[in-house]
């Protein structure tokens, strides 16, 4: 018959096998504890929109390295290196007045025109750190937050150059349409002292109205309305003139028309004089005595007188007063009338036409 074990007892001394099982799993136990230990110290995640940056904090090689490190699981030896995370993602920094945004103590910005007006804004500025020079901008400032660098480093460089740019404008123009053009010298500043630091500038702003003194915003508007009336009263009066030049065009263009009208007029009667003188020319010329008779004839009835001293008045008149010219010459000219044109006939009075050379008047009865 078999003896069952007896039970453990502590005050039982342990056999060597039992104690070299137990030392090994001790052992083993601590080196996994510190494999775990020394694993998650010497491993870190770089976020997305971060960049790491590896110290070397021993050897030969210690100091920032230049190659950044990309976002995701980095490894490194805690006891030697040491990594730094920066963001590389747009940061918006706003220096207000108002203690609600921003920083609750007054970070506006105060300049001055080249009068010596002073001109509080508040501002805006929008920038990023280039990753492959995130190692130099930690190797210069030995600061990893940020925000610490925005409001104290970069806030003097805009600080500065909007200084200097309003130094060189009035204040009616900082004031007025100038005030692009601030921003956009002094953003062009900004970025010529920070880009070698790895800052990439993307936007600035002012983030109100400027803020200037009472008198001189007074002083302000009254120069822009004076302007505006000036302007006002330029437009009248070229208005006034321009209707004046339209009158007077207007006036010259009705003396014009009634010029060219008196001379038509003046052309369309002596057009129509010229012809009637030709029309009168000609018939004179084609009265023979022969065409004489000829129409007394025409327009006799065929009664003699009563009384009468024996002669027939209509048949024996006297032709030689009426035409002395040669019959040559007299046909020559009513020739070259007949076949003469008038340059231009007036169309209300068209000449008369000749008469035909009449043929000789019969006998009388």
């Not at 400032?141 to 806030?155: K, P």
């Amino acid at each position: 018959m078999t003896t069952p074990p007896r039970p453990y007892s502590p005050s039982q001394p342990l056999s060597p096998g039992a104690k070299s099982f137990l030392r090994s799993s001790l052992v083993t136990l601590a080196v996994l504890v510190m494999a775990c230990v020394v694993g998650s110290a010497s491993c870190t995640r770089v976020d997305p929109g971060h960049v790491g940056i590896r110290v070397k904090l021993a050897g030969s090689a210690r100091g920032v390295q230049d190659a950044p490190i990309v976002s995701g699981w980095v490894f490194y030896n805690p006891i030697t290196e040491m990594v730094v995370e920066f963001p590389t993602s747009v940061q918006n920094i706003v220096w207000t007045k108002d203690a609600h945004e921003g920083s609750p103590n007054d970070e506006s910005i105060t300049f001055a025109s080249n009068e010596g007006v002073t001109v509080n804004a508040d501002v805006g500025l929008a920038f990023h750190i280039e990753a492959t020079k995130a190692p130099r901008l930690y190797a210069r400032f030995r600061q990893r937050d940020v925000s610490v660098l925005a409001h104290g480093y970069i806030r003097n460089v805009v600080r500065e150059a909007i200084n200097e740019t309003a130094a060189e404008m009035p204040v009616q123009q900082i004031y007025g349409v100038g005030k692009t053009r601030l921003l956009n010298e002094s953003q062009r500043k900004v970025v010529e002292r920070l880009s070698a630091d790895g800052f990439v500038i993307d936007q600035l702003t002012f983030n109100s109205a400027l803020r200037l003194p009472e008198n001189v915003v007074g002083a302000i508007n009254r120069a822009m309305e004076a302007t505006q009336n000036a302007i006002q009263a330029e437009n009248r009066v070229r208005q006034i003139r321009a209707e004046a030049d339209q009158q007077i065009a207007a006036a010259r263009g009705q003396a014009e028309a009634a010029r060219q009208r008196a001379g038509g007029e003046a052309d369309a009667l002596l057009i129509r004089a010229r012809a009637e003188a030709q029309a009168n020319e000609i018939i004179r010329l084609s009265m023979t005595p022969q065409v004489i008779q000829y129409r007394s004839l025409e327009r006799w009835d065929g009664h003699l007188p009563v009384v009468n001293s024996g002669q027939i008045p209509m048949l024996t008149m006297d032709t030689a007063q009426i035409l002395s010219m040669p019959e040559a010459e007299r046909r020559a000219r009513l020739t070259e009338l007949l076949r003469a044109q008038p340059a231009a006939r007036a169309p209300e009075a068209p000449a008369p036409a000749a008469p035909p050379e009449a043929p000789a008047a019969p006998a009388a009865p």
